[in-house]
């Protein structure tokens, strides 16, 4: 399941430097996390980063995107090939 940042945020700019598939990015009010992008760090971290930086606990799973494990190791590796594509 990708995380979501709740509105609560306080645009502290901790997490988005710490997330390995560029997933952060500040919105129009807070920093979001783009879905597409969030594997909850599966194929980088054993949890996940912005989690663990975040000072006052505001990232959550996202309930709007529910995913199993397969299915974030496949974004994974998704995420990986293009961007080893677009290295290229
Ligand atoms: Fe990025 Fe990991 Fe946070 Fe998802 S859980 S937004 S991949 S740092």
């Known amino acids: 399941m990708a995380l979501k940042i709740l509105s609560s945020c306080i645009n502290c700019d901790m997490c988005e430097p710490e997330c390995p598939n560029q997933a952060i990015s500040l919105g129009e009010h807070v920093f979001e996390i783009d879905p ?21 606990d505001v ?7 529910r995913e199993s494990l397969d ?18």
């Open 36 to 56: 597409t992008r969030c594997t909850e760090c599966v194929g980088h971290y054993d949890a996940p980063t912005c989690v663990a930086v975040c000072p006052i």
């Open 59 to 65: 990232v959550k799973p996202d309930p709007l995107y």
């Open 71 to 88: 299915a974030l190791a496949e974004k994974f590796i998704q995420l990986t090939t293009l961007s080893d594509a677009n290295d290229k």
